[in-house]
């Protein structure tokens, strides 16, 4: 296959209300064809100050709309993003080495999470407080609790759901009359251009109420980040970044959903049958790329091996391929360096006794460009892993699935709990008492009861513990998060 050496699409950066050029650009490699998808003007630290300046001038007229204006935005957006679900998930497909089948349901979940934080501001803003003092000395007082805006949201996104999370935060953000500074990945910032340009296009929006700053974050990320013309920070990656972040943010509001190592604990009453689906598709949907992707199996001595043998059987249909066949589970990794990190851990965890019961290999079936070779790691699967293997500890975005033993419940909890990581985790079993009691006891901000961690569109709020994150996301959660109270004294 030809390397492509033209991009297939230039996107500018957008301050202001108004596009522009830069003298530098992000170049995006094609994850399904290979050479270069496209080039998108890279904001320098000028330009990113003059977003800051746009998304703080603009605050005071973001403050005087309504939520009926700003719900009808929303859904303006929406409509735009369903008008484009084509465009955007080749987009997404090349940019991010997506299935088509799974680009195409993004698109569509990214636009209805920008009809739900239409629906939740409406539901938020109706739902204002009335009080009565009831201290001694504040006989009489009377005060309106609402909410308002809190100011400017810097939105800054990650690779492996490049619009569905960017809803996530953009959405929330206008819906509770914030100005926004969006800054995405630069691995796949080409269907954020695309949603700059659908928000670019909808009539009502203040100028500078939306900016779109793609750029290197070591250029950037510190001049947004550490500005204190920002007043929150909405923002998912890993761990080592949140924390930076937090660093140079000063006293902003700060939202950020970080690395994950979900456990899966598997009890000897559980059905196996289920357990197996949920495990492969839980470890292996979207190469492993998610946070909230089953991490490490833990599974009760007794069942072990058996379940092994069924997870065997379940993977039977996660291949990688060609990304615009609708049958195709995988593609090549978001880059080199992200399959030498799972290749590290993988030879980690054999080196120290795990069984490399299937794959473990850096192969492309025929099909796939040669260029993404090194890109693509097999569907794998390791049983027996010791605990002190490293990939039970550190986030592996990678399609592995990983199976550990433990001895007894105490055993399976003191195994989940042990790591700095801590977004989710799931239990399976026919106990329903016993359930309960894990689930309570895993320390993970959510835990799923036989089923594979899983968010849906945001309706049930979701975050981690430790250096998983803080708050919790979701669309009701991040407008709460977006805004603030003020009360009005009478």
């Avoid at 050029?21 to 994850?31: F, G, K, M, N, P």
């Avoid at 998108?40 to 005071?60: E, I, M, N, S, T």
């Avoid at 009489?140 to 810097?154: S, T």
Wanted: charged share 25%; aromatic share 4%.
């Amino acid at each position: 296959m030809m390397r492509q050496t033209a991009p297939q699409r230039t996107e500018q950066m957008y301050i202001d209300g108004a596009w522009l050029e830069a003298e530098s650009a992000v170049s995006v490699t094609d994850l399904a064809e290979g050479g270069l998808f496209a080039e998108v003007a890279a904001a320098d630290a000028d330009r990113a100050r003059a977003a800051l300046a746009a998304a703080d001038r603009v605050k005071p007229e973001l403050r005087q709309t309504t939520v009926v204006e700003r719900g009808q935005w929303c859904e303006a957006i929406a409509e735009g993003l369903r008008d484009r679900v084509d465009e955007l998930a080749e987009v997404i497909t090349r940019e991010a080495g997506k299935p088509i089948s799974s680009a195409r349901g993004e698109v569509a979940s990214a636009a209805e999470r920008f009809d739900r934080a239409a629906e939740e501001a409406r539901n938020i803003v109706s739902k204002g407080q009335f009080r009565e003092g009831s201290t001694a000395g504040h006989e009489g007082w009377q005060a309106i609790v609402k909410h308002e805006p809190i100011g400017a949201v810097l939105c800054i996104t990650p690779y492996n759901y490049p619009l569905a999370t960017t809803a996530l935060q953009v959405a929330p953000a206008l819906a509770a009359g914030n100005s926004i500074i969006l800054k995405p990945s630069s691995y796949t910032p080409v269907s954020a251009a695309i949603l700059a340009d659908v928000i670019a296009d909808v009539e009502g929006i203040p100028t500078g109420a939306f900016n779109f700053v793609p750029g290197p974050g070591s250029e950037i990320g510190d001049v947004l980040s550490g500005d204190d013309r920002i007043n929150a920070i909405a923002m998912t990656g890993s761990s080592g970044m949140g924390k930076h972040i937090a660093r140079e943010s000063g006293m902003v509001n700060l939202h950020l959903e970080l690395g994950g190592n979900a456990p899966v604990i598997v009890f000897e009453d559980a059905d196996l049958n289920a357990v197996a689906g949920a495990c492969v598709s839980g470890s292996f949907k979207y190469g492993g790329q998610r946070c909230s992707a089953v991490s490490r199996v833990l599974a009760q001595e007794s069942v072990h091996d058996e379940l092994v043998e069924q997870m065997t059987a379940a993977m039977e249909g996660w291949q990688i391929g060609d990304l615009f066949n609708e049958s195709t589970t995988l593609g090549p990794l978001i880059s080199e360096g992200q399959a030498d990190w799972v290749e590290e851990l993988v030879e980690d965890a054999v080196d120290r006794g795990a069984d490399l019961v299937r794959g473990g290999e850096r192969t492309a079936p025929a099909g796939v460009p040669d260029e993404l070779e090194s890109q693509c790691f097999e569907p794998t699967l390791l049983a027996n892993v010791p605990h002190d293997a490293r990939i039970l500890n550190e986030e592996q975005f990678g399609p592995v699935a990983v199976l550990t033993s433990f001895a007894d419940q105490e055993e399976a909890l003191e195994i989940a709990n042990d790591t700095d990581l801590a977004l989710d985790a799931a239990v399976f079993t026919s106990d329903y008492e016993r359930a309960l009691d894990v689930a309570e006891r895993v320390d993970a901000g959510g835990v799923r009861i036989n089923g594979a961690p899983s968010h849906g569109l945001g309706d049930i709020p979701f975050g981690g513990n430790k250096d998983s994150g803080i708050g919790r996301e979701g669309i009701d959660a991040s407008i709460h998060a977006m805004m603030r109270t003020k009360s009005i004294i009478l």
